[in-house]
């Protein structure tokens, strides 16, 4: 006598319906074709307005990227703590940062952690708080890029965050100090002043020419540092020629010979101090 086997029984099943997902759709096909949908605009997006940044052979998104694409899908990154780096070799500091990615009801998408210290080569000298900013930066980034990262990548554009990457000559991505200036029409109102103080005739067309060699060795952008150096400049010159106008008029003036002379700064300090001694006097 033998003994048969009855055969396995065949299970069918159709493929289950997601809807808890970031597109609600309701297939994965239809998962692919609404992140394909959301790629093509939010690469040309990126790339058109300088969120990404060329490092080595491939391009990295930049913080304003991630929450570009965040923003897309009802997504934003918020930073949970951060404090000083522990556990560092004695002469080094740094900050650290935990950020999760949510959604607007709450609910917790993706988390991760970044760290910066004072031995990268972009963060030697730092501050405390540009290193602390920069801490809750990376870790902002990678918990989007945990939850989009997908979508990133299809895009044609590297899933790592530009601010995790260091570049080919081993330093991180640009510092805070190095990052494109947002009012590029204000920093350019301030040359146009700059030139007048220094009486130049045709400031209009030379502030075209200085913008595009700062755009042509800057990648297209006008860091920071620079705005803040022009605007520095042009307050010392524009205040300079206020005081000299000033002064001229006083020499031309009929009364200029009974007025008192230019104070000297220590005449200036002696003078603020009897004038509050006299103040606090009962």
């Not at 093509?40 to 997006?45: I, R, S, T």
């Not at 522990?86 to 609910?107: F, I, K, Q, V």
């Amino acid at each position: 006598m033998t003994m048969t086997e009855d055969p396995p029984e065949l299970v069918t099943a159709e493929l289950a319906v997601i809807e808890d997902n970031l597109f609600r759709a309701s297939s994965p096909a239809a998962v692919i074709v609404a992140a394909k949908q959301m790629a093509q605009p939010l690469g040309d997006l990126i790339r058109d307005r300088k969120m990404v940044t060329k490092i080595g052979r491939n391009e990295h998104t930049n913080i304003e990227g991630w929450q570009t694409a965040g923003a897309m899908l009802g997504i934003s990154a918020h930073t949970v703590w951060s404090r000083l780096a522990r556990g560092l070799p004695e002469g080094e500091r740094g900050w650290e940062a935990r950020a999760e990615a949510r959604t607007r009801s709450g609910e917790i998408l993706g988390a991760a952690e970044g760290m910066v210290t004072n031995t990268e080569r972009n963060w030697k000298g730092a501050t405390d708080q540009a290193m602390r900013s920069m801490a809750q930066t990376r870790a902002q980034s990678k918990a989007l890029a945990s939850c989009l990262r997908f979508v990133m990548t299809l895009t044609g554009v590297s899933g790592t965050p530009a601010e995790e990457v260091p570049d080919d000559r081993g330093s991180s991505a640009p510092p805070a100090w190095a990052a494109p200036v947002g009012d590029v029409a204000g920093v350019a109102g301030q040359l146009v002043s700059l030139l007048a103080a220094a009486g130049h005739p045709d400031g209009g067309s030379v502030v075209g020419r200085i913008g595009q060699a700062i755009f042509d060795e800057c990648d297209d952008t006008i860091p920071v540092c620079v705005a803040h150096a022009i605007s520095l400049i042009t307050a010392a010159v524009t205040t300079s020629s206020g005081e000299e106008g000033a002064n001229a008029a006083t020499e031309a003036s009929p009364v200029a010979a009974d007025a008192p002379g230019p104070m000297t700064r220590d005449a200036e300090i002696a003078d603020a101090d009897e004038t509050a001694e006299r103040t606090t006097e009962p």
